[in-house]
């Protein structure tokens, strides 16, 4: 059998995270970042070693890494961009359309789970799941046409040590049980101001959880400009501002206004990704890549 390639985006936190009748939800969305892995038959030659997440989940499949692989990415770590989602989903969807000739997102996304709470970046339509077991709670076909400015703090955190939302006292879970109900209406009337009022809502109530340097300000000054909103990484540092294409001719003020704000020394590493919706992606190679 020829080599097969598997590719997943990273995304920038999630468009919102919410708590409803004691289960958790979330819903991310891919960016222009990925993880690659490429699988073909052993010859003895290994560049790249898999992360310890990958190698977890790998073994959900198989005890006996009886083949090659290359491994790439460019998803910064600790950070909250699902960096361990995508990686572990590129290993598992090259392996099992390596050993199987079918790869299930549902099913290696629940794997993913058993590992640690992961997020829907492997689905290529909007999916809301449950972080901790991978169910799918409702998925939507409709894909705006949307961009994402990046705000990537310098800090890294360990995306898993914090408090779940169901376990926090300071999550207001039950205000944040309309959000789903809220993002629905959004998709179903394909309305892109609405979806932009969830997402900075499940940031504002995610704050009082896990608190992000300047939200407020960054809010704030993406109204003044009349952007779409904000959204975070909720259990991560960093911080996305969500805009139209139409909205892209207010990137130079939108940068300008940052960079003089006391934020820029904060969130230093700022970038432009369109979204994006690719999901896991499984493809046939003529030979592993170097």
Known sequence: MGAIKASCPGSCGELFQCVVDGEEFLMSYGIEKKSQVVIGPQTGVMEEG????????????????DFDYTFQTDISVGKGYSSSTADMLSILGAYSAYK????????LTSLCSKIEPSD???????TVMNPLNGEIQWQTRWKPKLYVYILEPDQMVDTTSFIRMMESP?????????????FKIACDKQNVELLGAVATRSALLNNKRLPKPYLNDIIDLVNNLGLLGVNIAHSGSIVGIL????????????EERLSHHPLASYYSLRN?????YDGLQVKNVEEILE
């Open 170 to 182: 300071l999550y207001p879970a039950e205000q944040s049980k309309t959000l789903l109900t809220d």
């Open 50 to 65: 898999l992360r310890p997440k990958m190698l977890q989940v790998i073994n959900e499949l198989t005890d006996q890494i």
């Open 272 to 276: 432009l990704s369109k979204i994006i």
């Open 243 to 254: 805009l139209t294409e139409e909205q892209l001719m207010h990137m130079t003020e939108l």
């Open 100 to 107: 199987y000739g079918t790869v299930s997102v549902p099913l």
């Open 120 to 126: 829907s970046v492997g689905f290529s339509d909007w």
